[in-house]
């Protein structure tokens, strides 16, 4: 859309907003279905309408306005759950091996890839990045799709004193004292996060992320906070941030979401927390680069105020495929001809409402069986009500007509429980996952050798998916690289100390001064193929 790159700001806000009611337009129907999938994974089942119908208020009790089902407390089981936490630990439990090359065969060069490579693992342990796979692999199963953010924020990090430069970049002295003059200067540290399909949005009529002309993030944050982050001179800061106030219109992505964050397990219910503070709509816009903007271009909208507007290009790296935001998104499995992914969840729900179904039936009728129905003339003086059962009582009954007869219960034929089985392998086939990937052997297989033939099945129905996992984590590591090279202008203490525990004294010096620039340019990082998938070692088996 040419009014994204306008130099009317009013313009841009304009083509904003209706690019904003659109997102929310094309997901109304596709948070219903997350709702729900979440809902379900998480074991709460008895909800009869996920999500349709709109959200309690702020002091409300329920996280969605359905009607339960009336069969609440029957028996239910959760086979979802399990099928989700095998892949999940499929996907995260081996580290990625990672390959740093140099861009040239110069011995700097190769020096600054091996430093670069030992940076990288370091920061593996100290970003959390397990934990952030984790989370990825939750949410790319339940909606489809997760993205992976890695960004520089400036407020993190301890305070580091740094001499006062002037225009030329010499340092500005003291006429006082005749020392050079220092300023306190908060050091920063590069972030990785997921973020969830609630909150990203962007250029739904193309079908791959590589053809998106925008995308953008919405999160609520404290009115406060955004005075204070953006409220400052600067290229790019408009000076309106003292404008923002509190938004009452949230919408409905991000209404789902704060209302999960509050929702209890089995019940579904949900109190959602009073305000405490003044709380606003956030949204972060990214505009792909063209001629006009060759950088692309990034706007901060808070509380339908423009509050940063800049065409710097602050996340545009060379070389770098999708180098102009800041997300790498993954897709567990491709929706033809749609852009967000196909959730193995939603997939497996109305099969877990047919067992719950089963299940139902089966707890009636356990319930029930061991409870007799009396069948009596109507000319008899029997009363069915005094036939309370227990040993060693004698009834008596006056009248004509037959002896009252007892109606026993019927037990559930034998087709109901073979269907219950028969759902959970359907189950279990749709997701690829075996029973010996979750731990369990199948019935009658007890050899090594065939289980482990089991587990390399079972790997190999997943192939495609741990090629675009492995493909999803080298392109955030690329991204997080570049972040670090460009955004990190101080040492890091504690990537330091980190990297000094694992290597000893020998690169001390190094390690003391690094900084983002030391990262050669032209660096390459790639993950060694396959190295994130689970290894089985012959003649041994290693279950999930």
Same mark, same amino acid.
């Given at each position: 859309m040419k009014s994204l790159y306008s130099d009317n700001r009013g313009t841009v806000e304009s083509a904003i907003k209706e690019l904003m009611q659109e997102d929310d337009s094309v997901k109304s129907s596709l948070v219903n279905t997350w709702n729900e999938n979440i809902c379900f994974a998480n074991g709460i089942q008895h909800m009869s309408n996920f999500g349709r119908g709109g959200f309690s208020n702020e002091n409300g009790n329920r996280i969605f306005s359905e009607k339960e089902s009336r069969q609440k407390?029957?028996? $239910?089981?959760?086979? +979802?759950?399990?099928?989700?936490?095998?892949?999940?630990?499929?996907?995260?439990?081996?580290?990625?091996?990672?390959?740093?090359?140099?861009? /040239?065969?110069?011995?700097?060069?190769?020096?600054?890839?091996?430093?670069?490579?030992?940076?990288?693992?370091?920061?593996?342990?100290?970003?959390?990045?397990?934990?952030?796979?984790?989370?990825?692999?939750?949410?790319?199963?339940?909606?489809?799709?997760?993205?992976?953010? /890695?960004?520089? /924020?400036?407020?993190?990090?301890?305070?580091?004193?740094?001499?006062?430069?002037?225009?030329?970049?010499?340092?500005?002295?003291?006429?006082?004292?005749?020392?050079?003059?220092?300023?306190? $200067?908060?050091?920063?540290?590069?972030?990785?996060?997921?973020?969830?399909?609630?909150?990203?949005?962007?250029?739904?009529?193309?079908?791959?992320?590589?053809?998106?002309?925008?995308?953008?993030?919405?999160?609520?944050? /404290?009115?406060?906070?955004?005075?204070?982050?953006?409220?400052?001179?600067?290229?790019?800061?408009?000076?309106?941030?003292?404008?923002?106030?509190?938004?009452?219109? +949230?919408?409905?992505?991000?209404?789902?979401?704060?209302?999960?964050?509050?929702?209890?397990?089995?019940?579904?219910?949900?109190?959602?927390?009073?305000?405490?503070?003044?709380?606003?709509?956030?949204?972060?816009?990214?505009?792909?680069?063209?001629?006009?903007?060759?950088?692309?271009?990034?706007?901060?909208?808070?509380?339908?105020?423009?509050?940063?507007?800049?065409?710097?290009?602050?996340?545009?790296?060379?070389?770098?495929?999708?180098?102009?935001?800041?997300?790498?998104?993954?897709?567990?499995?491709?929706?033809?001809?749609?852009?967000?992914?196909?959730?193995?969840?939603?997939?497996?729900?109305?099969?877990?409402?047919?067992?719950?179904?089963?299940?139902?039936?089966?707890?009636?009728?356990?319930?029930?069986v061991g409870q007799v129905d009396i069948l009596t003339s109507k000319l008899s003086k029997f009363e069915a009500k005094n036939f309370e059962g227990g040993g060693g009582k004698v009834y008596t009954w006056s009248g004509v007509g037959p002896t009252p007869e007892k109606w026993q219960g019927m037990p559930l034929p034998i087709q109901f429980f073979n269907e219950r089985q028969t759902l959970v392998d359907q189950m279990v086939r749709i997701a690829g996952t075996n029973f010996v990937m979750s731990g369990n052997a199948p019935s009658g297989v007890t050899a090594a050798a065939a289980l482990e033939m089991l587990l390399q099945n079972a790997s190999s129905q997943q192939s495609d998916t741990s090629i675009t996992w492995e493909q999803f984590h080298e392109r955030g590591y690329c991204k997080k690289m570049n972040v670090i090279k460009k955004f990190a202008e101080f040492p890091n203490a504690d990537l330091s100390n980190y990297l000094q525990s694992m290597t000893g004294d020998a690169l001390s010096t190094e390690l003391d001064a690094f900084i983002g620039s030391d990262i050669a340019d032209g660096v390459t990082l790639k993950i060694e193929a396959g190295s994130m998938m689970p290894k089985w070692r012959s003649s041994s088996v290693t279950l999930l």
């Open positions: 407390n029957f028996y $239910k089981t959760n086979e +979802i759950a399990p099928i989700v936490r095998t892949l999940v630990s499929f996907l995260t439990r081996a580290r990625p091996a990672l390959t740093v090359g140099s861009a /040239d065969k110069t011995e700097k060069s190769k020096l600054s890839a091996d430093f670069t490579r030992k940076v990288m693992d370091a920061k593996y342990d100290l970003d959390a990045e397990r934990e952030c796979s984790r989370m990825a692999a939750y949410w790319g199963l339940l909606t489809g799709t997760a993205f992976r953010k /890695d960004y520089y /924020d400036y407020t993190l990090g301890p305070l580091a004193t740094l001499p006062v430069l002037d225009e030329m970049g010499n340092e500005v002295i003291d006429p006082e004292t005749g020392q050079p003059q220092v300023e306190q $200067k908060q050091v920063g540290n590069n972030v990785a996060v997921i973020k969830t399909p609630y909150e990203i949005g962007c250029d739904f009529s193309v079908s791959s992320f590589e053809d998106i002309s925008y995308i953008h993030e919405s999160y609520l944050a /404290d009115v406060e906070w955004v005075r204070e982050s953006f409220d400052r001179e600067g290229d790019g800061y408009t000076g309106l941030a003292g404008q923002v106030t509190g938004d009452n219109a +949230i919408g409905l992505n991000l209404q789902s979401l704060q209302q999960l964050r509050f929702t209890s397990d089995v019940t579904g219910s949900s109190k959602v927390p009073g305000k405490s503070k003044e709380k606003t709509t956030v949204t972060e816009f990214y505009i792909k680069p063209n001629r006009d903007k060759p950088k692309g271009r990034m706007l901060v909208i808070a509380g339908g105020v423009c509050v940063y507007d800049s065409d710097r290009g602050e996340y545009v790296f060379d070389g770098l495929s999708g180098s102009w935001h800041p997300y790498t998104p993954w897709v567990y499995e491709p929706f033809v001809g749609r852009l967000l992914g196909k959730s193995l969840v939603a997939e497996l729900v109305p099969l877990q409402r047919r067992l719950n179904e089963i299940n139902e039936s089966v707890l009636k009728n356990a319930n029930t």
